[in-house]
């Protein structure tokens, strides 16, 4: 299984700031995905992101307040824009593990707090 | 959109009690898939199932694909402190190519020693 770090762990952040999480893979993926788990909540997808090309999104989420990044085969961004107290949650990324059966490793997340 | 119920929605059991927790949808799934959770940490996966009716062990922890497609279940047996936590059923609808992977809402599991 792939070994995921994410940066920061935590982090307390004021309202119309933004925040960019790293996320790092111990080996080469293709497919990377970023979620958020609000609290007492489900892990919810915001977007997909593969390398060379542009994430795609799901509905509810936006380029602009969640922009991505994705340089190469072991490592990923998601910045969560202009941030507001509704925004604060945990932020996982997860890796597919290759199988093709849908399988995902996840990062142990970042808690956000936006006061 | 496709939804994924999961029931109970909290435990709490003896340690030494087995454990049966289910997830259920109106939607045909062609892989089911079981995370565990701690506190503080990401989503960790216990069991993949691929084929209606395959049943899969692993260690104490027993998962089926249900044969309608649209349910699965997980069973714990002997629980112990450790196993406290919350349990994700996710569900992948299309198999020969990627399509997202939806998670219920989860079962939060306490075990008292």
């Known amino acids: 299984s792939a070994v995921i770090s994410q940066k920061p762990s935590r982090d307390i952040c004021q309202r119309g700031t933004s925040l960019t999480i790293q996320c790092q893979v111990d080996s080469q993926v293709t497919m990377m995905f970023w979620y958020r788990q609000q609290p007492g909540q489900s892990l919810t997808l915001i977007a997909t992101?593969?390398?060379?090309?542009?994430?795609?999104?799901e509905s509810g989420f936006v380029i602009d307040k969640f922009p991505i990044s994705r340089p190469n085969l072991t490592f990923s961004t998601l910045t969560v824009s202009n941030m507001s107290p509704e925004d604060s949650s945990i932020y996982l990324c997860s890796v597919e593990s290759g199988t093709g059966g849908g399988e995902q490793y996840f990062g142990p997340g970042t808690r956000l707090t936006v006061t | 959109g496709q939804q994924l119920n999961q029931s109970p929605q909290s435990m709490f059991i003896q340690e030494g009690e087995d454990v049966s927790m289910n997830c259920t949808s109106s939607s045909i799934f062609n892989t089911w898939l079981w995370y565990k959770q701690d506190p503080g940490e990401g989503p960790v996966l216990l069991i993949a199932l691929y084929k209606a009716g395959e049943l899969t062990s692993n260690g104490r922890l027993t998962a089926q694909f249900g044969i309608t497609r649209k349910d699965s279940f997980l069973n714990i047996s002997a629980s112990i402190p450790s196993d406290v936590g919350i349990y994700f059923c996710?569900?992948?609808?299309?198999?020969?190519?990627?399509?997202?992977?939806?998670f219920g809402p989860g079962t939060s599991l306490s075990v008292i020693p």
């Open positions: 992101a593969n390398q060379g090309s542009e994430a795609t999104y």
């Open positions: 996710a569900g992948q609808l299309v198999k020969t190519s990627y399509d997202k992977v939806i």
